[in-house]
């Protein structure tokens, strides 16, 4: 088999401890960091995204598949970032303030990841304030909110007030999700998209950064 | 008070409460704050509450200590007050309930995923349920309420906490389904069947669901569990999804709908029926009514 296709496959089949050594084996093979990154890494975190949507599998199994494209990414990056390839974009997530579920926002910041962004991941029980300052500070175009109490909720409209308050509209988006979290309500709070599960964060992502690029 | 499980055993169905969360916000719990905080700080709230859902006929009143494991007390730098959070959290609704509702025990998850998956160790974990149990049935709970788990290891952790330090107090276990094209699942993996089998094996008195998508979906679930459990079912839906209104989150199921999907509940063989997020006393008076 094409080594890329045996990456994605390793991911798919749960071989976290293989992935390493296949990125490795590429690279000797003279393939290209960024073909890794798209044909073998992304390729398999999408089935496996796919697969958890779908609940064909479950969290456990994409812990296990996140676990070896991390461990494939790590070698990746030094050689990514020498060749100045650009990330699929930045953003900057967490669990607002109040919040501390952080299970359904670790599993968005793993699908982001192995959808090859660049992902700062501020917690959980994060203010406001820290969400737009790590934005400017780290140049990212996306915050990403995570909210699992109807309590917390209103906290990611002062988010979308920030972002307006601080002139950054249309230059920063933020998408927002959670159990209890709806399209109505991100329209309602102004916030740019809302993904109803991981694996539609990372598409909705994806639409934001093409159409702010 | 006849105990628990005989009623159960002689057909009885009893009535649970409703949501506490949301009755401590409108009475000054503020968002970021510890729900537990309030069982040392203002008990009087916690007495209201057991008194609302009393007087609304349930048989079952639910204690403020669904986060007081010490695993999660920790993020709040308060795992060293386990003991008289908990405490307080039973005497409060006993000064109110005690001897004509069940005072009911609840244990939540640790908010830890177990090794590998996550940083929880299952030995801490364990000893933590332990802890908090060890609390809760020296205060006076009647049962132990383990509740919305959705890893069925850490659901079989706890009741053998419970088993191991209250072993003369009932055991009920209820996690959290969603529905997949293969049928229901916790977003962990457990299925229906595994988990009546592992919770009746790890010592549950009581299995069933709490949480998730609502009262016509738990019709389904109860279904599915009575086809792998003779042991009484216990179900506790959410007044479904909350949907935004006006600037607010309102949970969309009245407590009309909910007494009708009771009743379905209730011919499905449901023991225990009762409310988990959204629910409020008029639910909680609805489901009375309903039942009987």
Not at chain 2, 218 to 235: K, W
């Amino acid at each position: 088999m094409d080594i890329l296709k045996e990456i994605a496959a390793s991911l798919e089949r749960g071989e976290d401890d293989r992935v390493a050594g296949l990125v490795r084996q590429a690279l000797e093979q003279r393939c290209a960091p960024l073909d890794i990154l798209n044909r073998g890494l992304i390729a398999g975190m999408d089935v496996v995204g796919e697969q958890f949507r779908k609940r064909e599998i479950f969290l456990p199994d994409v812990l296990i598949a996140a676990r070896g494209m991390y461990a494939g990414l790590d070698l990746l990056k030094p050689l990514l970032a020498r060749e100045g390839v650009p990330s699929a974009g930045r953003i900057v997530l967490g669990s607002v303030h109040g919040d501390l579920h952080d299970i359904g926002k670790n599993l968005v910041a793993i699908m982001l990841k192995g959808a090859g962004f660049d992902v700062l991941d501020l917690g959980a029980d994060v203010p406001a304030q820290r969400f737009v300052d790590a934005a400017q500070e780290h140049g990212a175009t996306v915050i990403g909110l995570s909210a699992l109490l109807t309590t917390t909720m209103p906290v990611m409209k002062e988010v979308v007030d920030l972002v307006r308050a601080r002139g950054l509209a249309g230059r920063v988006k933020v998408i927002v999700g959670g159990a209890p979290v709806s399209e109505a309500w991100a329209r309602e709070i102004g916030a740019d998209a809302h993904g109803y599960d991981a694996a539609n964060a990372v598409e909705r992502v994806r639409a934001l950064v093409a159409a702010g690029a | 008070m006849r105990s628990l499980l005989e009623r159960l055993a002689a057909g009885e169905v009893l009535i649970g409460d409703g949501a506490w969360g949301t009755l401590l916000m409108t009475r000054g719990l503020k968002p970021g704050e510890a729900p537990e905080v309030i069982n040392l700080s203002r008990p009087e709230v916690l007495e209201e509450i057991a008194w609302l859902y009393l007087e609304a006929g349930a048989d079952l009143v639910t204690t403020n200590s669904f986060g007081g494991s010490p695993a999660r007390l920790r993020r709040y730098g308060l795992d060293a007050q386990t003991e008289a959070i908990n405490r307080a959290a039973v005497e409060a609704v006993r000064r109110v309930a005690g001897g004509r509702a069940y005072v009911s025990a609840s244990v939540g998850p640790s908010g830890h995923l177990l090794k590998p998956y996550g940083d929880g160790d299952p030995a801490e974990i364990g000893a933590g349920f332990e802890r908090q149990i060890r609390a809760l049935a020296e205060a006076g709970a009647d049962l132990v309420c383990i509740e919305t788990m959705i890893d069925l290891a850490e659901a079989v952790l706890a009741v053998r906490a419970a088993r191991a330090v209250a072993p003369a107090l009932p055991v009920m276990a209820t996690m959290t389904f969603e529905r997949t094209r293969r049928g229901f699942f916790t977003v962990m993996g457990a299925s229906i069947e595994q988990a009546a089998r592992e919770l009746g094996e790890a010592g549950a008195d009581i299995v069933g669901s709490n949480c998730g998508n609502g009262s016509a979906v738990m019709v389904e679930i109860a279904r599915e569990f009575r086809a792998h459990t003779g042991r009484p079912m216990a179900i506790q839906p959410n007044a479904g999804l909350p949907e935004p209104r006006g600037g607010e989150t309102v949970y969309p199921e009245t407590p009309e709908f909910m007494a009708e999907q009771a009743k379905a509940l209730v011919r499905a063989g449901v023991a225990i029926v009762g409310g988990c997020c959204g629910t409020t006393p008029e639910h909680v008076r609805a489901l009375r009514a309903a039942v009987g």
